[in-house]
């Protein structure tokens, strides 16, 4: 197996685990505050990464490394987590999932100022053509009605578009699984006084179902989805496996529907199949 092919299957697992996000963090701020949700999520995560680190006698990245984590840790351990749970206060985790259109075009963009690859027009188009697809779904279902949580979804994926290629440009050199382990370490002087400062007063008010989740964001959304997601795409190609991102919104739809019983249109679906085929014309000429 080749290394291109290695990459868009660590790639695939990396979106399949990421897809329960937003279903599991719609459930969590039921009962959590989002601030609390968001600096738990990190904290446990970074907790279990220093010991992975500890236990496999990982060495600390050198000093000149620390900017770039520390981007990485305000793209997808601060920001993106902070900014979606605050988006699903105001709209549900169905049609938040349609944003995550949009993924695959932010985290191209950022895979060439960051990353410095080089991507053929033909690609362009087609990315374009599935964030216009999903953007235009968005302004026909009313964007005014939830303005506050589209615009908050809008900007969770520019910082993860960020703090994907920016991982990822680290992982070719340290490894995909050390580089989120050390991002949330970084954060972890920040996440741990945050999440001591939001504690809840009392805990009789959170059922199960907000354990469940806090559990699945901080477990796989934060740490292990991304140890195969850094690895996938340093292997096959920012702004290539970056595109299979375009298949979340299919898993996510799928588990809200299923878990949380929340309607998904017909639209929705058309939507989202309008963005498959586009990821695969732009997957044609990513090289």
Known sequence: MDNA??????????????????????????????????????????VLGWALLHALGQRRPAAAVLPALAVVALGVVVG??????LALQHVSSAHSIVFLGLLPLSTAIFGVL????????????????????????ALGNGIEASLQGD??????????????????????TLGGWQVISWALVVSLPVMLPLMLLRWPA????????AWWGLGYVSVFSMLIGF???????????????????????????????????????????VVTLCAVACV?????FAR
Do not use: K
């Open 151 to 172: 615009l908050l979804m809008l900007a969770a994926v520019v910082v993860c578009g960020l703090g994907y290629a920016e991982g990822a440009r680290l992982a070719r």
């Open 227 to 269: 140890m195969f997601w850094y690895r996938g795409l340093a292997q096959g190609g920012i702004a290539a496996v970056g595109q299979l991102q375009l298949l979340q919104p299919f898993f996510g739809l799928a588990l809200a529907a299923l878990l949380l019983h929340e309607t998904v249109s017909p639209m929705m679906l």
């Open 5 to 46: 092919t290695r990459g868009w299957m660590n790639g695939l697992i990396g979106v399949v685990i990421f897809a329960g996000s937003l279903p599991a963090t719609r459930v969590a701020v039921a009962d959590l505050d989002p601030l609390f949700l968001t600096a738990a999520r990190a904290s446990v995560a970074a």
């Open 202 to 209: 009392s805990w009789a008010q959170v059922g199960a179902p």
């Open 80 to 85: 993106f987590p902070l900014l979606t749970a």
């Open 114 to 137: 960051r990353g410095g690859e080089r991507l053929r027009p033909a690609f362009w188009g087609f990315s374009l053509l599935g964030s216009v697809v999903v953007v235009g779904y």
């Open 280 to 284: 695969a014309g732009a997957r044609r």
